[in-house]
């Protein structure tokens, strides 16, 4: 399984901006497609926003038109925007692999990061 560790959670006031970027640990990185989950305290995990080896994306309509997925693939580096942020954004930001296609469920996950949006 890739490794996955995610970094840039933080506070930030309602209407700003973050930048999460997630670090995986292997080359096959490049052949992955790659995701963003959330999961609120209470809520279970959902999906926010994927992207395959084609640079095709998908978005959830929640965030469509304010995040922005993307990655660097020599990097092995995949990038989440997120700009507007609303309150009800605030959440554990997990980092996913689909080591078994896209239509199929994450087979990698990082440990989370913190997002937390202040109203």
């Known amino acids: 399984q890739v490794q996955l560790v995610e970094s840039g959670g933080g506070l930030v006031q309602a209407g700003g901006s973050l930048r999460l970027s997630c670090a995986a640990s292997?080359?096959?990185?490049?052949?992955?497609?790659m995701g963003w989950f959330r999961q609120a305290p209470g809520k279970e995990r959902e999906f926010v926003s994927s992207?395959?080896?084609?640079?095709?994306?998908r978005y959830a309509d929640s965030v469509k038109g304010r995040f922005t997925i993307s990655r660097v693939n020599v990097e092995k580096t995949l990038y989440l925007q997120m700009n507007s942020l609303k309150p009800e954004d605030t959440a554990v930001y997990y980092c996913?692999?689909?080591?078994?296609?896209?239509?199929?469920?994450?087979?990698?996950w990082g440990q989370g990061t913190q997002v937390t949006v202040s109203s």
């Open positions: 292997e080359r096959t990185f490049i052949t992955y497609p």
């Open positions: 992207i395959n080896w084609k640079f095709v994306t």
């Open positions: 996913a692999a689909y080591g078994a296609g896209w239509d199929t469920s994450p087979t990698s």
